[in-house]
């Protein structure tokens, strides 16, 4: 059974759109759940959220929780071709350290 | 702050060999280090937990006396690819976590094996 589920699997955009990429999940005892952009090496942290309806933001890239609709978005405003990257969202239950990730989102913005 | 460094970065090695990967976290002390596999264009798996002075917590599915883990200090461990085969071939990152409540994991920038 998948924890994580993202959508869509892969995206193509033009410089300068917004998206918004979606994570779904289903974990017993819920902790936290954290986005990743992966690039050709490994993820680097974006975010971690663990309140419902508070959104987080770092320059074009925002995030937010929703816990009763087990739901997490992510938007990119005005992107670049610089956000080009797979968007990784993982979940972490309470009592564990391990994080369960989803397949990803593959976004490639065009010039 | 929070930098994990990974050693080496890629290697390439004929089968039957034994490919050990250092993780160590620069900036910070990590009791608990983790393990992950990436196949191309799949997600990141969870193999094992490294825990500081205690045996490494595997996931299931996962051989331990095939990926052999060590974490002698709370900067380093390691993951040892015994006698290794083409199906090993994989990419293998490790994170670690700051000591506290709710810290996101730190990702190494992975390891690149490719078995001969």
């Known amino acids: 059974e998948d924890k994580v589920v993202q959508s869509p699997l892969s995206l193509v955009v033009h410089e300068g759109d917004t998206v918004t990429l979606n994570c779904s999940y289903e974990v017993t005892n819920f902790r936290s759940l954290l986005w990743y952009k992966q690039e050709k090496k490994a993820p680097t942290f974006l975010f971690m959220l663990t309140s419902s309806g508070i959104e987080k933001k770092s320059g074009r890239l925002s995030s937010i929780l929703d816990k009763k609709e087990l739901f997490s978005i992510l938007n990119i405003t005005a992107t670049q071709t610089g956000d080009s990257a797979v968007y990784l969202c993982a979940v972490g239950e309470t009592g564990a350290n391990n994080l369960f990730f989803g397949t990803g989102t593959r976004l490639t913005v065009i010039p | 702050g929070a930098v994990v460094s990974q050693h080496p970065s890629r290697v390439i090695c004929k089968s039957g060999t034994s490919v050990k990967i250092e993780c160590r976290s620069l900036?910070?002390?990590?009791?608990?280090m983790f393990w992950y596999r990436q196949f191309p264009k799949q997600s990141l798996m969870l193999m094992a937990t490294s825990n500081e002075g205690s045996k490494a917590t595997y996931e299931q599915g996962v051989e331990k006396d095939k990926f052999l883990i060590n974490h002698a200090s709370l900067t380093l461990s390691t993951l040892t690819v015994t006698s290794a085969h083409p199906e090993d071939s994989s990419f293998y990152i490790c994170s670690a976590t700051l000591q506290g409540p709710n810290q996101p994991q730190h990702f190494g920038d992975g390891t690149r094996l490719s078995i001969l």
């Open positions: 900036d910070f002390q990590a009791t608990t």
